[in-house]
T-cell receptor, first 111, second 111 residues
Framework: NAGVTQTPKFQVLKTGQSMTLQCAQDMNHNSMYWYRQDPGMGLRLIYYSASEGTTDKGEVPNGYNVSRLNKREFSLRLESAAPSQTSVYFC??????????FGAGSRLTVL | SQQGEEDPQALSIQEGENATMNCSYKTSINNLQWYRQNSGRGLVHLILIRSNEREKHSGRLRVTLDTSKKSSSLLITASRAADTASYFCATDAGAGNMLTFGGGTRLMVKP
C-alpha cells in the first residue's frame, strides 16, 4: 500500500535550471496538492487539483506550473529555478478535500 | 498568510507528562485538523474537529475547539518519547479546496 509517492527525494539545481517533481497516489483520490515547507513557515499551498483535468493556484504559485496528468499523477514544474525556491516540497491527496495524505517530501536546493 | 498560528513554537517535557499546544485562527472555519510530522517525514493526519463540535478524543489525544475565540487546543496525555515530533493545525475555511496550515509546535519528549 504505497499511498503517495514523490520523486525525487533530493535534488540540487543551479539557478535557471528546470526540473519536474513527480507525485503519484494509488488511493483513487480526487484531489491532489503541492505544498512547500520552509523553516518556521508551516506549509504553504502552491497549486491544487480538485479533480482530474482541473488545476488551481494556491497561496504561492509564482514560479511554478503543474499538470494533472491523470487521476493518479500530479506533477510540479519549476521552469527556471531560483534560490528562493529552495525548500521541501510535499505532495498530498484527498478523497474529499478534507483529510490529506502526504508523501515523504522532496528536498530541493537551488544554488 | 497563515490562517493558523500554533503556540508555543517549541515545548519540552518529560515522558509521562501531558503536552498541550494551542492553535489560533483568523476566519470562520468548516473544520480544523491536527497533523503530526516526524523529522524528515511527511505529515500524518491525527484528528479532525468540525465547527459544530467542541471536543473530540482519539486515544491519548484530546482536541477542543472554541469558535467564539477562534482557537483550538491539542492535548497529548501520558506522553511518550515516540510523541517527539512537530504538530500542525490546519483549517478548512471552505475556500475551495484550500487547507491552510500553521507554523507548527515542535514537541520534544525526554525519556
Amino acid at each position: 500500500n504505497a499511498g503517495v509517492t514523490q520523486t525525487p527525494k533530493f535534488q540540487v539545481l543551479k539557478t535557471g535550471q528546470s526540473m519536474t517533481l513527480q507525485c503519484a497516489q494509488d488511493m483513487n483520490h480526487n484531489s491532489m496538492y503541492w505544498y512547500r515547507q520552509d523553516p518556521g513557515m508551516g506549509l504553504r499551498l502552491i497549486y491544487y487539483s480538485a479533480s482530474e483535468g482541473t488545476t488551481d493556484k494556491g497561496e504561492v504559485p509564482n514560479g511554478y506550473n503543474v499538470s494533472r496528468l491523470n487521476k493518479r499523477e500530479f506533477s510540479l514544474r519549476l521552469e527556471s529555478a531560483a534560490p528562493s525556491q529552495t525548500s521541501v516540497y510535499f505532495c498530498a491527496s484527498s478523497p474529499d478535500s478534507n483529510v490529506l495524505t502526504f508523501g515523504a517530501g522532496s528536498r530541493l536546493t537551488v544554488l | 498568510s497563515q490562517q493558523g498560528e500554533e503556540d508555543p513554537q517549541a515545548l519540552s517535557i518529560q515522558e509521562g507528562e501531558n503536552a498541550t499546544m494551542n492553535c489560533s485562527y483568523k476566519t470562520s472555519i468548516n473544520n480544523l485538523q491536527w497533523y503530526r510530522q516526524n523529522s524528515g517525514r511527511g505529515l500524518v493526519h491525527l484528528i479532525l474537529i468540525r465547527s459544530n463540535e467542541r471536543e473530540k478524543h482519539s486515544g491519548r489525544l484530546r482536541v477542543t475547539l472554541d469558535t467564539s475565540k477562534k482557537s483550538s487546543s491539542l492535548l497529548i496525555t501520558a506522553s511518550r518519547a515516540a510523541d517527539t515530533a512537530s504538530y500542525f493545525c490546519a483549517t478548512d475555511a471552505g475556500a475551495g479546496n484550500m487547507l491552510t496550515f500553521g507554523g507548527g509546535t515542535r514537541l520534544m519528549v525526554k525519556p
